[in-house]
């Protein structure tokens, strides 16, 4: 994103074995994101990418190597997911304040997501 690379294993699970591969799904963190100063009394993260779509993708294991592949972005019905975080408001909010490079306020997400990890359904 913007340059920077993909931090993947904020959650990492066994899929399935593949031939002699095994493949693993795993989760990308939030976006490129640092800890900043508090802004009055709330705790705040600088967001270097704020359009980052968190994803999921493959690491596959075999012949004495790791590729990751198959990425997908997070989405629902309304589109891509953010990782900024919820407004204060919601219920889930870590009240935490998103700011830009430049250290200005950038709005909550209603529909962000914190990604920390991931377990599959069976399916």
């Known amino acids: 994103p913007q340059g920077l690379p993909v931090g993947i294993g904020s959650g990492l699970s066994f899929n399935r074995k593949q031939g002699d591969d095994l493949v693993l799904t795993t989760l990308t963190d939030r976006g490129p994101n640092a800890d900043a100063p508090a802004v009055g009394k709330q705790e705040a993260k600088i967001f270097a990418n704020p359009q980052f779509t968190p994803l999921l993708m493959d690491i596959r294991i075999g012949?004495?190597?790791?590729?990751?592949?198959?990425?997908?972005?997070?989405?629902?019905?309304?589109?891509?997911?953010?990782?900024?975080?919820?407004?204060?408001?919601?219920?889930?909010?870590?009240?935490?304040?998103?700011?830009?490079?430049?250290?200005?306020?950038?709005?909550?997400?209603?529909?962000?997501?914190?990604?920390?990890?991931?377990?599959g359904d069976g399916n």
């Open 63 to 119: 012949g004495g190597k790791a590729v990751a592949e198959n990425a997908r972005p997070l989405h629902d019905e309304k589109g891509p997911i953010s990782g900024l975080p919820l407004p204060s408001e919601l219920i889930g909010s870590t009240n935490e304040v998103a700011l830009n490079d430049a250290l200005q306020p950038l709005s909550g997400d209603r529909r962000g997501l914190d990604t920390e990890g991931i377990i």
